[in-house]
């Protein structure tokens, strides 16, 4: 360190990413050299945009390369590139901090697979932070592309880093690994650690993860002949051949993979996998993939999208949202298109018509492999329903010519048969049943438990158990399936229809009429203060083993769709619940003679009309709105 380095703490999460990388046990350590290759293919990629779209006159800019330079005697690899570069603030922000949120997940997954003390781990990699896997020391040498200062970073990886002016002449960054020694890694690793300053390890490594890297890597060793001194010109490790274009016959299935993993950075593999060349008047190629897992920013406003575009080969942008919908945002992947102009930007894609073709084409072909996927390996489908379904949803509502297929890839709670799809819930309907039931407005869990399924039970018929905010929304934005409505199972004026009749209960609902017990109880409950105002008090029919619920006349809208509707700055509709009693429960046909005893004081009715509510918000999953009250009542009953 010299006097002007500067010396700067690593971020507290850098800092256990970088513990994982020297204390772990690496399985497979060659992966240091992918990370590193990818961040320069990614900062050549980089460069061109910045180049393309910078104000001023595009400069003349040197032909990208990657160059892989080992030194034997000082026991180094430096990875080149003439690309991007990096200012000092962002060597800074970009080196010493981390800046992705799915991190968190990944040192808990690190732990959980290193604890057992000398496990294996296996295929990860976080990015530059792998260098450390086998180098003692690192240094970065960079100089951001338009500007006229270099620095050089410099780490050990023990907590700290310095930084302080750097060398470097033209745009890009040389990051130089120091490796450790060999027996000292062997000792503590066990396992086989390979010589990486040998080019034969490095060439097979290179061809083995970065063939497809589109820019020309070449490798070196400092004793190498200079450039210039006789013998041929270089030739590039990688074959840059662009594995879109290739016929996926040819192409193996780690080589997609591989590329999977440049693109995304994702450690796992990813579910499946989309070749796809469309010809005729708009030619492009489409490679796709389907990630094993959500991404961290999948909710976020301005979370990535996951295309990116090519025109003939050569990269254009990244994060290409006009090339695919909002609601398949978490499709990776690469679109090549034979026809667009170069020059293109975001805002021409938006409007241009050949970008809404590739978008329809690529839409219906993702929904087309869900279909076959949902088909042939439900098992595996389930589990992509799992993580993406709620985002998949967002479709039924916003495309509506797709709005059939995305419905058909839904699988949904239900009351009988535990997880179904709209078709067999069709298929399997009961005889005089049209209506698709639903109930929604709470966790299916909570739903599943719900007083209101009673008479469907009864009636065996299945209800679908809607428990993600979304799914109120795409219901009221579809509103049928193939011909049969949707049905809300708390609609108040609900006609139940298919299946054996339900136990009849009328000869106790008229006693309690007759006797006056309804109208009290209405009486009672019009003047509470519930937070919420009850409408009015019927004697249900719709219940078996539960004493009273709520339902909802008009359209049925939950506490969380309200919420919803507030933070669009709009009303909802008033909501209107209606109290249903269960004439022939029990307990109400107990609280109702005890009101019979006592009617001589009135002032008994509103105790037990409120127990009443108080145990229909229980059944609803609700909290009970006087407590104190609620629990005096019981023990009354009780002692
Ligand atoms: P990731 O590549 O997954 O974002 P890294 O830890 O590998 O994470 O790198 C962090 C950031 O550092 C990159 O996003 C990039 O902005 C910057 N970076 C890394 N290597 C280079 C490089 N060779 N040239 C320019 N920028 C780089």
């Not at 992918?34 to 400069?59: F, G, M, P, T, V």
């Not at 933070?567 to 009693?581: N, Y």
């Amino acid at each position: 360190m010299t006097n002007s380095a500067e010396k700067m703490e690593f971020q507290s999460e850098a800092k256990q990413v970088l513990d994982l990388m020297i204390h772990s046990v690496y399985s497979n350590p060659d992966i240091f050299l992918r990370e590193l290759i990818s961040n320069a293919s990614d900062a050549l990629d980089k460069l061109r945009i910045e180049n393309l779209s910078s104000d001023h006159e595009s400069e003349s800019i040197a032909p990208a390369q990657i160059t892989v330079l080992t030194d034997k005697r000082r026991r180094t690899i430096t990875v080149s590139d003439n690309g991007i570069g990096m200012s000092r603030d962002e060597l800074v922000s970009f080196l010493g901090t981390i800046a992705r949120s799915g991190t968190k997940e990944f040192i808990h997954a690190m732990r959980e697979m290193s604890s057992g003390n000398g496990e294996l781990i296996g295929q990860f990699g976080v990015g530059f932070y792998s260098s450390f896997i086998v180098a003692g020391r690192v240094t970065v040498e960079t100089r951001r592309f338009g500007s006229d200062e270099s620095w050089l970073w410099d780490s050990t990886g023990d907590g700290t880093y310095t930084i302080e002016p750097g060398l470097r002449a033209e745009c890009g960054t040389d990051v130089t690994l120091y490796l450790r020694d060999r027996a000292e890694s062997d000792e503590d690793s066990g396992a086989d650690s390979k010589d990486y300053l040998s080019s034969w390890t490095l060439r097979e490594i290179i061809k083995k993860y970065s063939d497809f890297v589109s820019h020309p890597i070449y490798l070196k060793d400092s004793d190498d002949k200079k450039d210039g001194e006789g013998g041929a010109p270089p030739e590039p490790v990688n074959s840059m051949k662009a594995l879109w274009i290739r016929p996926e016959a040819s192409v193996s299935d780690d080589e997609y993979k591989e590329f999977y993993r440049h693109i995304t950075h994702d450690w796992e593999d990813p579910m499946e996998r989309i070749v796809y060349k469309a010809e005729g008047t708009n030619e492009f190629h489409a490679l796709l993939y389907i990630p094993s897992r959500p991404p961290f920013d999948l909710y976020y406003r301005d979370g990535a999208h996951g295309i990116q575009l090519y025109i003939r080969r050569v990269f254009i942008m990244s994060d290409c949202r006009d090339l695919i919908p909002e609601y398949l945002r978490f499709v990776r992947g690469v679109v090549d298109s034979e026809d667009l102009p170069l020059n293109v930007s975001r805002e021409i894609l938006q409007q241009d018509r050949q970008t809404a073709m590739i978008k329809r084409s690529l839409t219906r072909k993702v929904l087309d492999t869900l279909k076959k996927m949902k088909q042939e390996r439900p098992e595996e489908y389930a589990k992509f329903w799992d993580k993406f379904g709620e985002v998949l949803k967002e479709g039924i509502i916003s495309d509506a010519k797709n709005r059939e297929s995305i419905m058909s890839l839904g699988l949904f709670s239900s009351s009988k048969s535990g997880r179904t799809s709209l078709e067999s819930y069709v298929a399997a309907m009961n005889d005089g049943q049209k209506s698709i039931y639903y109930l929604s407005g709470a966790k299916s869990a909570v739903l599943a438990d719900s007083p209101k399924l009673e008479a469907f039970s009864e009636r065996g018929l299945d209800v679908l158990l809607l428990g993600d905010p979304v799914d109120e929304i795409w219901v009221a934005a579809a509103s049928e399936f193939e011909g049969h409505p949707f049905v809300s199972a708390s609609a108040a004026d609900i006609e139940i229809e298919g299946g054996g009749q339900a136990s009849s209960n009328r000869a106790e609902a008229k006693k309690l009429e007759e006797s006056g017990f309804l109208s009290r109880v209405k009486e009672a409950v019009s003047g509470m203060d519930l937070g919420v105002k009850i409408e009015d008090v019927r004697l249900s029919s719709r219940l078996v083993d539960s004493p009273a619920t709520f339902v909802q006349k008009g359209d049925a809208i939950s506490p969380q769709m309200r919420n919803f509707f507030k933070s669009m700055g709009q009303d909802a509709p008033p909501e209107q619940r209606v109290l249903e009693i269960n004439p022939a429960h029990p307990l109400i046909q107990k609280i109702a003679s005890r009101v019979e005893e006592h009617v001589d004081e009135p002032g008994n009715i509103g105790e037990w009309a409120a127990l009443i509510t108080g145990l229909a918000s229980i059944a609803d999953g609700e909290v009970v709105a006087n407590g104190r009250d609620f629990t005096h009542t019981i023990e009354k009953l009780l002692l």
